[in-house]
Structure formats: structure tokens, C-alpha cells
């Protein structure tokens, strides 16, 4: 690898090469407010008589071919700076001017040499941006409508209205634009050169730089079989979408017990799939591609020719829940019907719950706390009580949400659902929330009407029936009760509804709006309809509905039937860690990591090593992390020298171990808290299965599971 700094425009486009955007590349983006501040840039630097004005790096694989440089980073620029050419070159007028437009097409746009080519570009970018670009080269004004065509008259412009002439122009980017030129040579690594000056990230997302890392090492000839897999990825999938395709398809991997972060998608998909045994870039496209095409079917079932209308009504009216910590799970549940491992009817069910557990969540109020660690292994507990109790799928899958889970995340009963339509407060809610809601209890007898999408377009917003502000005619129809029953009923979902002339019905009473042109009469919304069957609208009418309701929202999502089980774990007494609880005395023989696979244990030492050994597996870095941090809870051996090697555990093929000495129990809970906080995790998230109970055990300072003197934490 060389580095130089050089001239942008007189060293690195004034050569007898060309410059390929290879297809593993994101398309040209800039737009303008990133080629106004180039301008403004290079007018302060000319104000200023700066020399140089640097316009950071560019990194050039010359081994890409005879005359040929594949421009691995800093094509944005080079793209941008080649338009600027373009337009200088269009900006002199007359034949007086006709031997600089000459100079500059020859010198810094045309290659004459290039045989592949029409137009001859020295600049070739990636397919789909190559056309219009030579458009824009060739054409000029003349061009078709593009981006490229956008910010070429963009620059034509800004260089008109600027105080400085085209040949000033060309003077200042031809001979003071730098660039710090990186040269990949024969034996260089371009992917990790790219990835060590790109370590921020800047300008691309988790997707581009996965993409990089699957393209760019490979051979010429492959690149283009790899780049038309990935094509077919990004066209199912959407290029805007692709770093949340790639995070949820990680998730779906269950290969940890917590959800892939954001930030953190391509280094888990180079940690988890890369560094993989047999890794080939090629197998592992056509695979995502296949997940694609799952993933599209149950994210986008409008564009997709999905058969069953059964399953593409439920997947649209899950989609309205905009809840995306459940496409994990869906990939694995879609990949098992793909498969034949469940049927039609098995994955209908599924949804069908889903959408149930969801909605009478957002209808009772329940926080969303903790459903995307649950969803990222939902299919392997699934799978785990679907073989330990004999249960199809669907069965089991509702077993484990009213069985088998925390209890904020148990499935909500009918009474949680009619205790929050006697109480909660529809009106405050999340727009979106309300409309799936009135939506959802519209439908459920008869034809569907869209009340979502026309909400979402403002075609409708929320009206109450008894108006917020009462007039005396109001008050006079509630009784002398009114002030009691308004403030009692006024934002329950019982008195409201939708209506697209919520100003015309304002506080008008309700005979009125009943009855008036565009009232409930002529709503065709099945819910006002509903309305019209009153006179008067007063604690009776009220109650009335929020009794239809009620029985519309248990026909919307019904509670799922379980035939009769023999619980496994009924003997079982599961308990949750609680900090500052006192478990002096207390025998476990099983613990689980936020309701994954069961670990069998002897005691609460083997629980521990248990526990380090699963969150090394599932996320050594933050094990290295904590190392560097010194927090005296992991050490690297190789710099540091244990005083007892009693009261550490090594970690398996690395320097590092762990703290696992102890005094007492609150030292012993503390101890467990730290190695799950360093890796992303909460004491909440631990069960442990108890089997007997010793109360007011008098703390000896020896540890009752190996009856070794340990020292604990240095606190």
C-alpha cells in the first residue's frame, strides 16, 4: 500500500487510466448540500490564498486491470468533481474557448485509449448510474432527467453566480483540490484498508459496508454473479431497508439470546457469518436471498403474490401494528412453512395469535419493555415446548405466551382488555394506535373498511361523541349527574369515534349530529352506524357500547384455546433474580437466560460458570471490553498475574478470565449482575429454578455450594 497526497483533477484524473466504480458500490448520492458546501469550501479557500485545499482520501486498487483503477473509496467525490469538469467544460461559450472545452474533455473526461466504451468515459460508473451519466457528458442541458443531470446544473449555477470566471475555476480545482491518493498494490487487503479509514462508519450504513465486505474480496469474474444476488436482495427488499433486513435476519440466527443492535450489525454479521467455518460469499447470498424473499413476502404482502387471503389479511393488519421486534421470529416461522415443517393452517394460527397478543397489548396498555429480547427467541422456545410437550407448532407458540413467560409479557386476558375499556384514556394515545384499534373493532362483523389508511391520510380524526366542552343542552340531557358522568366517560374509548367532519360536528348535540348531513346517518363507517340505534347519548347509551366493544374486541383477537397439557414444569418453582433480594439458603438445580434453553446446574458456582460460559459464546467482545475497562471483574492474564487462580475462571482460547470468588450471597448476586451488565444484560432476565428453601440460613462467609473460602468482589 502506497499514500500520497495529489492533486485531485491534474494528477489523479489526468492519467491515461479509468476509473471503475466496482458494482459492490453504493450508487452516486451526493446532492445539494453537499456540492453547495464544496463550492463555498473552495471560494473561502481561494478568498484565504490557501495553497491546498484537502478534500480528504481516495483509495485506488490499481491491480484491477491494464489502464484501469477500481475506486474502492471516494467515488462520491471523483463523481462530483468529474461533474464540476463537466460543467466548466459546457461553461465556455464561443469558439475562442472551443481549445480549453477541448483540453478538459481530452485531459480529464475522455479516455481515447478505451475500447469498451461508446462515449469513451474515463470515469465508468457502477450499472445504472453509468447511463446517465455519459448522458450528462455527452448531452449536456440536453440530458434526460437524473441526479446527475440535477447536480451538473446545480454547478453550472453556482460557478455562473460566483465571482470567478470558468478558467478561474478550472485554475483553482485543477491546481489546488487535494486528495490523499491510496494506493492498493499486488498482496494488499483492500477490505481491510477500507475498513481501517472508514472505522467511523461516515456516509455508510450496516448494509453498504456488508456489502463491501461480501464483494469486495472477491475475484474480478465473481464479482458479478455475487453483485446480481445482491441486486435481487435489494430489489425485494428495498435499499432503504436493507440494515434492518440484515439486523432482524441476524436476530433470526438465535445464535445470542439478545437482538442484534443497530450500530453493531455488520461487525456481528462478520463475527457470526464470516468467520464461519466453510464461509463462501456466493452460498451465503443465495441463502439471504431466499430469506429476502421470505422476509418480503410477510413485510410487504401488498407487493407480494401472496394465495391465501386468510394469511394476506392477517399479515396486513399486523403490519398496521408497525411493530417490527417481531420479523425475527416471522422469518424463522415463514422459513418453516417454506420448508413443509408447518402447514397452511399452522402458520395462519400463528399470525392469528400474534396479532391477538399484540393488540390486546396496545389496547391494555402494556409497555413494549423487553418484546424484542422475547421475539429473538421465540422460535427455539417454541420449538423447545413443542418436542417437550408433544404440541404442533401453533399450539405451542400460544402455550408459551400464556404459559411460559414473564409476567409483563404474559398474553393480556379478557378482563385486561374490559378493565382497560372501563378505565384507559383512548384519546392521549399514539394516533396510529387508535386508529389500528377502531379500525380492528370496525371489521369484525362483515365487510372490511380501510379505516387505518384513510386515518393516515387525515381523511378522518377522532371525534367524541359527548363533546369535551359541554354546551347546556348537554348538560341537560346527562342529568344532574353531568359533571360526574363527563369527566368519568369523556376520553374512554366508549365515546369515541371517526369521523372526517369532526369541525362541522364540534359540540353539537347529539340528535344533531346524528341526524345532521354527514352525520352518523350517512357515515358509512359500521361503528357510527352503530350509534344511530340512540336518542339520547348519556351514561346508558355509553355503557351499552363499551359493552359492543368489548365483545367485538374478543371476536377481534380472540384468547387462544389450550387443550388439556401436562406442564412440564409444574412441579417446578421458577423465581426471578431480584436485586437485593437475600438468597442465603436457597438450592437451585436449573437456571434460563431470558426464557432460552434450560441449563442444568448443581449449585450456584456451577450456575455462575454456566452463565460466564453462554455470554462469552454469545458476545466475547464485551468480555474484552471490560478487560481494558479494569474493572477488576475480567483481567487479561497475559498482563496481569492472578494472586489466586482459585477465584478466577479462564475463559476458553483466550488470556482473559473472570472473577469468580465470593463471600456472601449479596456479594454472590453482585457478582452475576456485573458479568450480565457488561454484556448487555439485567438481572430481571434470570430465572432460576429452586428446589428447596432454607430460610434464615446464618451467613458463614462460605460459599454452601463447594465449601471454599472465596473472596468476592473488590468492591
Known sequence: MQGSPQSLVKQVLYSSNSYIIPIYQRRYSWGQTQIKRLISDLLTAHEKQMENYFLGSMILDTTYGLNQSAVIDGQQRLTTMSLFMIAIRDLCPGDDQALMREMISDQYLINKYDKDSVAKNRLKPVPGDDIP?????????????????????????LITDSPLSPSEWLELVTNHVQVMTIIVQQGDDAQMIFESLN??????????????????????????????????IEALIGTENLSHFYRDYLTSLEKSSKPTKADQVYNDYRREIGEGRGFDRIDQLKQETAVANLYARFTQPEEDNIDDPITFNLLKRLGHLHIDVINPFLIQVFSQAHAGEINADALNNVLRILLA????????????????????????????????????????????????????????????????????????????SFWFIIDE???????????????????????HIMPRNLSNDWKNSLGSDWKNIH??????????????????????????????????????????????????????????????????????????????????????????????????????????????????VGNWKDMYEAL???????????????????????????????????RWLQLPNSTLAVNSGWVNNSLRLKQIENVLTISDHDLSEIEIRVTKKVQNTEDTGIDEDDGQENDGLQE
Open 199 to 232: 472505522s467511523t462508519g461516515l456516509d455508510l450504513t450496516e448494509s453498504d459496508k456488508i456489502r463491501n465486505y461480501l464483494l469486495m474480496s472477491l475475484p474480478k469474474e465473481q464479482q458479478l454473479q455475487a453483485f446480481t444476488y445482491w441486486q435481487e
Open 357 to 432: 397478543y399484540l393488540a390486546r397489548r396496545l389496547t391494555v396498555g402494556t409497555p413494549t419493555t423487553g418484546l424484542n429480547g422475547l421475539f429473538a427467541t421465540m422460535n427455539r422456545t417454541v420449538l423447545r415446548y413443542s418436542h417437550k410437550v408433544g404440541l404442533e407448532y401453533d399450539v405451542a407458540f400460544a402455550y408459551v405466551l400464556m404459559k411460559k413467560v414473564q409476567p409483563n409479557k404474559v398474553f393480556p386476558s379478557d378482563q385486561d382488555v374490559q378493565a382497560a375499556l372501563q378505565t384507559k384514556d383512548f384519546y392521549h394515545i399514539y394516533s396510529n
Open 441 to 463: 373493532l370496525n371489521n369484525v362483523h362483515g365487510e372490511h373498511q380501510n379505516l387505518f389508511e384513510r386515518a393516515a391520510q387525515s381523511k378522518y380524526s377522532i371525534e
Open 487 to 600: 369527566a368519568t366517560w369523556i376520553n374512554r374509548l366508549a365515546n369515541l369515534t371517526l369521523t372526517g367532519f369532526n369541525v362541522q360536528m364540534s359540540n353539537r348535540a347529539f340528535l344533531v349530529k346524528r341526524d345532521m348531513s354527514d352525520g352518523y346517518h350517512d357515515s358509512a363507517l359500521k361503528l357510527n352506524q352503530w350509534l344511530t340505534q340512540w336518542d339520547r347519548w348519556d351514561e346508558r347509551s355509553l355503557q351499552a357500547r363499551e359493552d359492543d366493544l368489548f365483545a367485538r374486541a374478543l371476536k377481534a383477537w380472540p384468547m387462544p384455546t389450550l387443550p388439556e397439557i401436562d406442564d412440564p414444569d409444574v412441579q417446578e418453582d421458577w423465581q426471578t433474580l431480584t436485586t437485593g433480594e437475600d438468597y442465603t439458603g436457597w438450592k437451585i438445580n436449573a437456571y434460563r437466560l431470558n426464557e432460552d434453553a434450560i441449563t442444568e
Open 133 to 157: 451519466y455519459v448522458d450528462v457528458l455527452t448531452n449536456g442541458d440536453e440530458a434526460k432527467p437524473s441526479l446527475f443531470k440535477e447536480n451538473y446544473e446545480l454547478l453550472k449555477r
Open 612 to 646: 460466564v460460559s453462554q455470554l462469552w459464546a454469545e458476545n466475547p467482545s464485551s468480555f474484552y471490553q471490560a478487560a481494558l475497562d479494569g474493572n477488576n471483574l475480567v483481567v487479561d492474564t497475559s498482563k496481569k498475574t492472578l494472586s489466586n487462580e482459585l
